[in-house]
């Protein structure tokens, strides 16, 4: 999954139990990736967060099945990603 200022692709990601996603920050600005729940709380109970510099990855292993909504976080100046999976 590519993210940046404010896109995401693909938009939507569904996955398989087990199944390993890759997100890259092809942005021009730092940007986090962390688990939230629907209404946007940051739970970080699957993705540990770390700032992600142009061209840098993280790589999740998510053990249950899902649907990766991203959505960019109003709250953080630096337009922090929450990821969140079902």
């Known amino acids: 999954m590519k993210l940046g200022e404010y896109f995401f692709r693909p938009k939507t990601l569904t996955i398989r139990a087990g199944t390993s996603v890759r997100f890259t920050n092809v942005g021009k600005i730092e940007h986090t990736v962390a688990d939230s729940t629907k209404s946007g709380t940051i739970l970080s109970n699957l993705i540990h967060p770390r700032p992600l510099k142009h061209g840098q990855s993280q790589t999740v292993r998510f053990a249950t099945r899902g ?17 969140w999976a079902s």
């Not at 649907?67 to 990821?83: G, L, N």
């Open 67 to 83: 649907t990766i909504q991203p959505r960019p976080s109003a709250a953080m100046a630096d337009s922090t990603v929450r990821e």
